[in-house]
């Protein structure tokens, strides 16, 4: 993830900003951020259904709130 991060995105993982990723069935989200001492890793896999996902290119950044990210994070999801 931190050549995505850097590589393809060109962003700096050290910044302290969140990076959510989504697998190409929108059915696991990975995030990765740098605390200042190391980094934090998540894993949510949906158990069904989808989790609602731009449709845009593969490896696109975009930018979403806090709040957006903890809907997310809780699991919601988009039944099949």
């Known amino acids: 993830m ?7 995105l060109g962003a700096d993982p ?3 900003d ?3 990723f989504c697998d190409e069935r929108h059915s696991s989200l990975r995030y990765l ?3 200042g001492s190391g980094f934090c890793l998540g894993y949510r896999k949906a ?3 989808t989790y609602p996902w731009p449709s845009e290119e593969w490896c696109a950044m975009m930018e ?3 709040k957006e990210f903890l809907f997310l994070r809780s699991g919601s999801i988009i039944t099949p």
């Open 2 to 8: 931190l050549s995505v991060i850097e590589h393809e």
């Open 14 to 16: 050290f910044s302290g």
């Open 18 to 20: 969140l990076y959510v």
């Open 33 to 35: 951020e740098w605390d």
């Open 47 to 49: 158990q069904a259904g």
């Open 64 to 66: 979403i709130t806090e």
